[in-house]
């Protein structure tokens, strides 16, 4: 049996408090629930196979053209289709990073080689890694923030990475699946027509709370590959609900200034909240946090019902390495407090 490697794992475990997974804890925006609430009875057809509607809403939010999008059944659908599509021989990925990005190589028999995020640099990618671009490699994942740690890349590095990937033939893609919850960030749509070898990962799951429906979408300039994503898509791959609540969520400007607001205050609660406890904490623009405590601490919060991320399955992290969502100020009191009864405990 292969092994979970994501968070959000609470089926077969007694998890009152799920920090595992980074989606929004304000939950579904309302309007998105009525709509799903109100359409039930649209459910026995089938969806629109070109999610017209959706992709007309993308397009007007994103200011680019329609043809320039693919709608997908969450981000790691697109992750794996890419590589299907693309089949590089060899490629560069980053460690730690999102696991996915390896799977998903290794499915085709990829050589992976890897660039190390150091420590002593809160695991922020650094000049040197664009010597790592080298004209054997035929593709390359960036994560933006990053995940597990949360810090975004420089901007003026990123183009330097976009620049050099086009001298070289590498197809490049950045994920941007946790930049909506960070207002000020730049995003790489922008100067998407000047690397028509760059795709942008996006998604609905984190930002708007819709894990569950499963959303996802790709941007890129390259016609040619776009249509050959789409010749490597089951039919009926974005769900009827998925794609109304997608259209709808975009509309909610109010619950996007609230997460704005929510998120600034308690990931600093939460931060401070563990430093305090001892524990170092990486700096972060997400709505997640990666900090280094006891090793232990995963199955001991456990046993209070609490699921926080192990990262011991990321390479250059490890046993001790643990990643948590910011919530809402009463869970978060709630998961300081019970890190705090563990340490009292074990005299630490």
Not at 12 to 24: C, M
Not at 117 to 138: C, G, K, P, S
Not at 278 to 305: A, D, H, I, W
Request: with cysteine; net charge negative.
């Amino acid at each position: 049996m292969i092994s979970y490697t994501h968070g959000g794992e609470i089926y077969d475990k007694k998890v009152s408090l799920d920090f595992s997974v980074n989606t929004n804890p304000l939950g579904i925006p309302e309007r998105v629930r009525k709509i799903l609430i109100e359409s039930v009875d649209l459910y026995d057809r089938y969806p629109d196979d070109y999610y017209r509607e959706l992709k007309t809403a993308l397009a007007s939010e994103h200011a680019i053209d329609s043809d320039e999008l693919i709608c997908a059944n969450g981000a790691s659908d697109l992750i794996y289709r890419l590589c299907q599509v693309i089949r590089p021989g060899k490629a560069l990925l980053c460690a730690p990073t999102f696991v996915e990005y390896e799977q998903a190589l290794k499915a085709t028999g990829c050589e992976i080689t890897y660039y190390n995020l150091e420590e002593e640099n809160d695991f922020a990618l650094q000049e040197d890694y664009l010597i790592h671009l080298t004209a054997d490699i035929n593709m390359v994942f960036l994560c933006n923030p990053s995940n597990p740690v949360g810090n975004l890349v420089d901007k003026n590095l990123l183009v330097k990475v976009a620049d050099k990937c086009q001298e070289l033939g590498i197809f490049l893609v950045v994920d941007e699946c946790f930049i909506d919850f960070i207002k000020e960030a730049e995003s790489l749509i922008s100067i998407r027509k000047n690397y028509p070898g760059l795709f942008i990962l996006r998604a609905f799951t984190k930002f708007y709370a819709l894990a569950g429906l499963r959303l996802g979408y790709g941007i890129c300039s390259r016609k040619e590959l776009m249509d050959r994503l789409l010749l490597h898509t089951p039919s009926w791959n974005v769900s009827l609900p998925a794609q109304l609540a997608g259209v709808e969520a975009l509309k909610d400007m109010e619950y996007r200034n609230k997460t704005y607001k929510w998120l600034g205050v308690e990931r600093e609660y939460l931060s401070s909240g563990l430093s305090s406890l001892g524990f170092k904490v990486y700096p972060s623009k997400g709505n997640f946090l990666l900090f280094r405590g006891k090793e232990g601490l995963y199955e001991e919060l456990l046993m209070r019902g609490i699921l926080i991320r192990e990262c011991k399955n990321y390479r250059q992290l490890g046993a001790g390495y643990y990643r948590i969502a910011v919530k809402l100020r009463e869970d978060n009191d709630q998961l300081l407090e019970g890190i705090g009864k563990i340490l009292e405990v074990n005299n630490i």
